[in-house]
């Protein structure tokens, strides 16, 4: 599977109001998953988002679904075809998870330090498993978003260099294959600027954009 994340003003058209967590794209040989980022406006926490997005996409395609999906971390509902239970298996192993206590919102935070996922993550698995229960997820998931959006505003973010804006949208594995494809003649580097940089980047800026991927 290849992977491409959103860069604004990067990609061929800009997202704006995004509503879908992540897409999969259905491909004969090589399937993909494109992960929309972004500002949710959903008050969940970013930190560990990604990673559980990453495994629910990616869920999908092996059940060979797809098509745009959105998932709201911040609710007890889940879905159907038990596409949570699956990813979170795979992030959260029921007999890791059964063997922690998290009788308090610092348990949890710990626990989802500790598996990379988001403290809203851990707690509806907790609760998927029988390991808390609804009511106790609910004030959970409350609180998480009371605390996310009573967090201090950071200032703004630091320009991203074309060369790693380029490498996240196109994802390292592309990225690495299609200047290996350079590297043997298969592509002209003009070739390359335009199909894989979409002429953000200068055949001069190639090597940059080696240099982000190593």
């Known amino acids: ?26 491909d004969n040989k090589v399937p993909y998953i494109f992960l929309a980022g972004g500002d949710h406006g959903d008050d969940q926490e ?22 745009p999906m959105t998932w709201d971390g911040g609710t007890t509902e889940t879905g159907p075809d ?37 403290a809203s993550a851990v707690t509806v698995r907790a609760m ?3 390991l808390i229960d609804q009511k106790t997820a609910i004030v959970n998931l409350e609180r998480l978003r009371s605390e996310f959006r009573n967090r201090p ?6 320009p991203i260099h074309p060369e790693n804006a380029v490498r996240k949208y196109n994802g390292r ?9 350079l590297d043997s003649g298969g592509i002209s580097a003009g070739e ?22 190593e």
Do not use: W
């Open 82 to 118: 038990h596409v949570y239970d699956i990813a979170g298996a795979m992030l959260m192993p029921a007999e890791q998870m059964s063997t922690l206590n998290l009788t308090s919102l610092e348990d949890v935070k710990a626990a989802s330090s500790e598996f990379k996922v988001t």
């Open 173 to 181: 594995e592309l990225t690495v294959r299609m200047l290996h494809a």
């Open 46 to 67: 970013p930190v560990g988002r990604t990673i559980f997005t990453l495994a629910l996409m990616t869920v999908l395609i092996a059940r060979r679904i797809f098509a």
């Open 128 to 130: 998927r498993l029988g």
């Open 1 to 26: 599977m290849l992977v491409s994340r959103s860069v604004q003003n990067y990609m061929p058209q800009r997202l704006t109001h995004v509503k879908f967590s992540g897409m999969t794209v259905r």
């Open 192 to 213: 390359f600027c335009r199909s894989i940089c979409l002429n953000h980047l200068r055949p001069s800026r190639i090597e940059d954009l080696r240099r982000a991927v």
């Open 153 to 158: 505003k950071g200032g703004p973010r630091s």
